[in-house]
């Protein structure tokens, strides 16, 4: 009997039904066949439209939003800044008194700070949103019908913005840059056929990197520019050679380019033709860099849903999300699925409000969607976007990614019975029993099962094992192949251990969990190295798990390959989901590895990821082995802007006027908290100081005394500098009348200090001249302490320690043990001069000039006191036996090593 004949006479016995097919296996008792079903609740829609709390004037022409942020368009041609963060102010913009001069579009930068209104007769304006001032005209662009804009994606908070794309109506690109007012108008590129750009996008490589790509669509084409450092080196690359472009028939004007970002990077894009949707995914790594490559992959096409008459029913809009596509018609918005492109829901208006949509905008850095009527705003809310990606995947027979998407145990158990019948179908017997296994399925009804399918298999597997030495691989494998039996062909791989083959055919099958199965057996690691990349690109979660079980045998360095392709392709937004993040801190934190290069790669997908509560957690020092390089860590936080990062590393580096600097572009409060860090008081009255200057003479006098309590560091005479001239001086009335009373207070310390200091020196004053008169009685036959010989006859020094010596004896052991050789030469020279005035003096006396009144002898005798008083500084300043001067000679042989009779009179 053969496999199918098994299974079908054990699939029409009483006990279990299996229906044939692909969607569904189900296996029923007999005695819950009669139970009633339950009853389904309809589940809430994943979109609904909500309105604003808020009706404009008069008519909506259009609207654009950015960062929160939302610019209303009104058909009297003023325009509304509504801020959703404080929806009481609502700021109203009238730019022109002109009535011919319409509105006919809006091109807000992602900041939500730098507007530019186009109107229908080519005159534009500019407005910078922190100065409440009206727009002004661009006058390089006057009669450019502008079409489109592309801002630098990076937000900016500044007055002046990076260099900025424009499109005009007649095949034009332009670039230019706002300070005020525009600063040049540089004219890129030329379309020959000329017609308007629709769509206009550009983005970097990398961040903080000066290499380019850049969409361009108008009506009937879709191009790709890529280069750098600059863009217009990158446009000049394609002067005389226009690069490939997609084309596709459009009978009307309209066309529309948009990229999805994640985690705020391009991830797939959508450009709205006359057709249908042209969607596919962006690669922005490896080839797709080269100047003229392509970053488009996996492209394809979504038709329009037909109308009544089965024609394709073109919108007015479109915004999409990761999982759907938002296409805007008058009384709907249809949401059709990305991945089978069916539409899955219609948001639709209250039919008694006789309004139509008009358009739909997407603020893609708070992830909001407003659409719009003439009358109202809406916004569309997005509610478990991904709780039907599961079955969608099922349907399109991709098991792998619907496993990855459930979540809950009856969608995973759906998702393997319909595995287990496909593998059957495909004569996988082996693989459908254990899948089998993951279901539902009672135990005793599984084994059976399971037992029916596996007999055979292992009778015939029983054979080849038995044979194996007798049997010729090449041989076996070619016969197997010739018939198509795919089951007993990996069988006997893996009884020959060939499991290379094994994982290679599951693989080029996408079989990745059953590739990862066998990955487990194999002892030696170095297929796991060689299949990780394309394991962890198709199946990370599995692959994460597996590697967990063998981390034992794993070198992770060998695995950062895998790792860093999986990084640079897959972005989730929730950090639980992102496996190599999973990974490398079960490495790190489980395993305690302490290779660097491990930590710094976790802390690179912490960073390009914008996990920034993970990244500072990681930041912070772990105390049982050292994690990363600061200063590498402090590199890659200001390449990807990561300002609280790098102020909490300025900080750990002692870099605390850094710390404070960064903090203040960003949270006071976090500047005010490193300014306290340092322990030098005068640091911190430095950094409390430059807080002062950020903070202080605002125009809120309040804030400025409370500043001024929150440190004991700063005192009302050191931030008065920082106030504006026309401050009155009584709103720091009290705050001066405490720093008077802290200054006479201190002025008493003082007085008391210098009074104490004035009796101190008082005392030793009357010590020294004391010391002028004091004197000792010293008998004439005291010994020299050097040579022995009383001191009588000659001049000596007499020291506190009772120790006397003759001048010259002394003088001579300084000579030949302390003195150098400059310092002997000084001596010398001193006491030469000495000498010679001390022999004039005495010619003088001889000669009999030694009146009072004689100035020569008077002057020489002067002389020679001074000389004779640094003569005797320099023999008398220490005692040779017992001072400093005996410690120095420590090292000397107490006896004179040449005085031979001498030294053997110490021999034992």
Known sequence: MSLIEDFNEYRNSPTIEIEQGYEEISIEREDSRNL????????????????????????????????????????????????????????????????????????????????????????????????????????????????????????????????????????????????????????????????????????????????????????????????????????????????????????????????????????????????????????????????????????????????????????????????????????????VSRLNSQIVERATLDSTQKQTFIGITHDKIRDLIFAYTSKQIFRLYVDDEDRNIWKIYLDLSKFDLALEHCKSSNQKDQVYKAQATHHYKNKKYSQSAGLFGNTNIPFEEYEILKKKLQDNLNSFKAFLEDNKEELDSETTYDILKKHGREEFLLAFAEIMENYDLVISHHIQMGNWLEALEKLRRVKSPEIMYKYSPILMYNSPRQTVDTWIKMSKRLNTQRLLPAIMRYAQTHKPKNVKTNQAIRYLEFVIKELRNRDKSIHHFLLWVYIEGNYDRELLAFLKPIVDFPCYDQKYALRLCKKYNKKLACAYLYCEMQLFEKAVEISLTFDIELAKNYADQPEDENLQKQLWLKIAKHVVGQGNIEQDIQFLQETELLSVEDIIQFLPNNMKIEHFKEEIKNSLHNYQAEIEILKENMMGATSRSKLIRDDINSLKNRFVVLSNRIPCSICGNPITGTDFVYFYCEHIYHNHCIRNFLFKHIFSRSRKTIFLNKERKLNEIISHLRSLEINGVISNDNSEYNNLLVQARSLNKKVMDLISSDCVLCGKIAIQLIDQPFINIEDEELVDSWNL
């Open 36 to 335: 009633p079903k339950p009853l389904e609740l309809k589940p809430p829609p994943i979109f609904t439209l909500d309105p604003l709390n808020y009706r404009p004037i008069d008519n909506i022409k259009t609207i654009i939003s950015s960062n929160n942020i939302i610019y209303i368009a009104l058909c009297n041609n003023f325009i509304l800044r509504y801020d959703l963060s404080n929806q009481n102010n609502i700021e109203t913009i009238k730019f022109t008194k002109d009535e011919k001069c319409l509105i006919k579009d809006l091109f807000l930068d992602p900041s939500g700070n730098h507007l530019i209104i186009s109107c229908k007769h080519g005159v534009n304006y500019y407005h910078y949103a922190r100065k409440k001032v009206k727009p002004r005209i661009i006058n390089k662009f006057k009669q450019i019908k502008i079409k489109s804009v592309a801002w630098d994606p990076e937000t900016n908070r500044n007055e002046q913005t990076p260099p900025l794309l424009i499109g005009s109506k007649n095949g034009i690109i332009f670039e230019t840059a706002f300070d005020k007012k525009e600063l040049y108008n540089n004219m890129l590129y030329q379309f020959k056929e000329s017609d308007p750009i629709t769509g206009l996008y550009f983005n970097r490589f990398d961040r903080g990197k000066d290499y380019f790509f850049v969409f361009v669509s108008t009506p009937e084409k879709m191009r790709q520019f890529i280069g750098g450092p600059t863009l217009s080196q990158l446009f000049q690359y394609y002067f005389g050679d226009e690069p490939e472009c997609q084309e596709f028939r459009n009978d009307s004007n309209f066309s529309k380019i948009d990229i999805l970002l994640q985690n705020n990077r391009p991830m797939n894009f959508a450009w709205l033709t006359g057709q249908n949707i042209y969607v596919g995914l962006l690669e922005i790594s490896g080839k797709s860099r080269k100047a003229g490559g392509q970053i488009i992959n996996s492209a394809s096409f979504i038709p329009y849903p037909t109308g009544s008459d089965n024609k394709l029913n073109m919108p007015l809009a479109l915004a999409h999300t990761e999982f759907h596509f938002l296409l805007v018609y008058p009384h709907e918005i249809s949401i």
